[in-house]
């Protein structure tokens, strides 16, 4: 069963930097592309950045410059660095798997982060 | 603002048929395949439709996704009152050079 598990969300302050985290099991982590999508309060999903199995990455231009996608293979695990945030990127956090013939095939659960003072 | 465009709201009776339109221009829904993705608030989006028309295994043929052009058009007939819920369509955008979703439907079956 392919398990996608979000962690590392929480409180910070305006201009502080979080990393989220994203275990994936189930499923042999190298062979997909995965992703991470956001949804503020009361919003609908916003599609942030995407990495390849082979290290092809793209960002939204709405953090492009602030947010990095990375993965590792030898721990199955996906992660968002998150630079200079504001008080619009709170929201919830998905990391989502892609099918060979779908985006977003697979999703977590989310991970709530918050941009307050 | 979401660069492909859905109704914030629709609505149908039990047994219904109802269909939830998603607009877009030819750098996105003109030119790339559409997902579509149902979302129970508080829970993680799910598959529901992928390339245009596809169904992921486990998904009732009730649910069907169509393109024409730059819009697309999901279908839910038989409506349940389980089939409430948030609905969104996404795909690449060209000249964006990244995915979008648009704003997204809440979906009540009265």
């Known amino acids: 069963e392919v398990q996608l598990v979000e962690s590392g969300g929480g409180l910070v302050q305006p201009g502080g930097s979080l990393r989220l985290s994203c275990a994936a099991s189930?499923?042999?982590?190298?062979?997909?592309?995965m992703n991470w999508v956001r949804q503020a309060p009361g919003k609908g999903l916003e599609w942030l950045s995407y990495i390849s199995s082979n290290g092809i990455i793209n960002y939204a231009h709405s953090v492009k410059g602030r947010f990095t996608i990375s993965r590792d293979t030898a721990k199955n695990s996906l992660y968002l660095q998150m630079n200079s945030l504001r008080a619009e990127d709170t929201a919830v956090y998905f990391c989502?798997?892609?099918?060979?013939?779908?985006?977003?095939?697979?999703w977590g659960q989310g991970a709530l982060v918050t941009v307050s003072s | 603002q979401s660069v492909l465009t859905q109704p914030p709201s629709a609505s149908g009776t039990p047994g219904q048929r109802v269909t939830i339109s998603c607009s877009g221009s030819?750098?996105?829904?003109?030119?790339?395949?559409i997902y579509w993705y149902r979302q129970v608030p508080g829970t993680a989006p799910k598959l529901l439709i992928y390339r245009n028309s596809q169904r992921p295994s486990g998904v009732p043929d009730r649910f069907s996704g169509s393109k024409s052009g730059t819009s697309a058009s999901l279908a839910i007939s038989g409506l349940r009152s389980e089939d409430e819920a948030d609905y969104y369509c996404?795909?690449?955008?060209?000249?964006?050079?990244?995915?979008?979703f648009g704003g997204g439907t809440q979906l009540t079956v009265l």
């Open positions: 989502s798997r892609d099918a060979s013939l779908a985006y977003f095939e697979h």
């Open positions: 030819s750098s996105n829904i003109g030119s790339n395949y």
């Open positions: 189930g499923f042999s982590f190298s062979d997909y592309s």
């Open positions: 996404a795909t690449w955008d060209d000249s964006l050079s990244g995915r979008v």
